[in-house]
C-alpha cells in the first residue's frame, strides 16, 4: 500500500523498481516502523510490574514456546517473529535474558538498527542490480531528493521518471521482451555498441545531437563519461544548467513518444 501510494502521487508506473521509491522520497518500508513498534510492545509485556492478563499470556506462550518440540506450528508465529527481529538486529542477548535496561533506550536502538540495515540492503541492491546501473551514479546518499522542491512543476514528471527508468528507452523496453542486458542496443545509432540507456541518450546518441548541443554545455558531451554524466544529472544548485537539463530531458522524452510510440 505505500509503494502503491508513492507511485501513485509520483505518477510512476505500477512495476517501477521499490528501491527507486524508496530512495527518491528518503523513506524506510513501513515494515521498520511495525517491527520497531513490536519490540517495544514486547518490552511492555516482560515489564514484572505490569499485572495485565496479556502480559500473563506472554509469559505462558514463552514458556511454552521455549520447551515446545515443534515451533514449526501457527501456534508462535507471533513469539517467533519477535524472537527473529532480535536476531538480524544482533541483541539476542536481551532476547535470551528477557530483560533490558531502558524502554526508551530499546525502541530507538531497534528502530535506528533496522533502519540502518534497510539502507545497507539498499545500497547493496542499486550496486549490484544493472537495473539501477545509472542511477547508483547519482543516488549516493539515502535521503529525500531535493529536486523534488526546486524542480519547476513542468519538468518535474519527466526528471523523475527518467530517473526511475519510467520510459520507454530500449534499455527498458528490452527488459519487458526479455532482451538480454548487453543486446539492449540504440536503434538509431546501428553502430553503437553503447547500451541504450539514459547516459547513451543524454550524452551519446547522435539522433539528439541538435538538441544536445542546445541544451547541455560542450563538455559533457565532446568526452562521455561516467563522471560527466553524474555531474550533469547532479547540477541541481546551478539553475541554468539545470533548467536547461530539465529541458533537453523533456525533448528525449517528446522524440521517443514521436518516433517509437
Avoid at 502503491?4 to 522520497?25: D, N, Q
Avoid at 535521503?143 to 520507454?168: A, C, G, S, V
Amino acid at each position: 500500500m505505500q509503494l502503491k501510494f508513492f507511485k501513485t502521487i509520483l505518477g510512476l508506473k505500477s512495476c517501477t523498481a521499490s528501491y527507486f521509491v524508496y530512495g527518491e522520497t528518503g523513506m524506510t518500508p513501513l515494515s521498520v516502523d511495525i517491527e520497531a513498534r513490536m519490540i517495544s510492545f514486547w518490552s511492555s509485556l516482560i515489564n514484572p510490574l505490569n499485572a495485565k492478563l496479556s502480559s500473563t499470556l506472554y509469559s505462558i506462550m514463552l514458556s511454552n514456546f521455549m520447551y515446545a518440540t515443534n515451533r514449526n506450528s501457527n501456534t508462535f508465529l507471533w513469539i517467533e517473529f519477535v524472537k527473529n527481529v532480535f536476531i538480524k538486529c544482533g541483541h539476542m542477548y536481551i532476547w535470551d535474558s528477557q530483560s533490558f535496561p531502558n524502554r526508551q533506550w530499546l525502541y530507538a536502538n531497534f528502530k535506528q538498527k533496522l533502519t540502518d540495515l534497510f539502507i545497507y540492503d539498499f545500497h547493496a541492491k542499486i550496486n549490484n542490480d544493472s537495473k539501477y546501473s545509472n542511477y547508483r551514479l547519482v543516488k549516493t546518499t539515502f535521503e529525500f531528493e531535493n529536486y523534488f522542491i526546486k524542480t519547476p512543476y513542468q519538468f518535474l514528471k519527466f526528471i523523475n521518471r527518467f530517473r526511475t527508468r519510467n520510459h520507454r528507452l530500449p534499455i527498458e523496453t528490452g527488459s519487458w521482451s526479455g532482451i538480454k542486458y548487453v543486446e539492449r542496443k540504440c536503434p538509431l545509432c546501428k553502430c553503437s555498441s553503447s547500451i541504450a540507456d539514459e547516459f547513451h541518450y543524454l550524452l551519446e546518441c547522435k539522433s539528439l545531437e541538435n538538441n544536445r548541443k542546445r541544451f547541455i554545455d560542450k563538455k559533457y558531451y565532446t568526452n562521455p563519461n561516467v563522471i560527466h554524466f553524474k555531474s550533469l544529472m547532479s547540477c541541481l544548485n546551478n539553475h541554468s544548467r539545470y533548467i536547461k537539463l530539465c529541458k533537453f530531458i523533456k525533448a528525449i522524452y517528446v522524440f521517443f513518444r514521436l518516433t517509437f510510440i
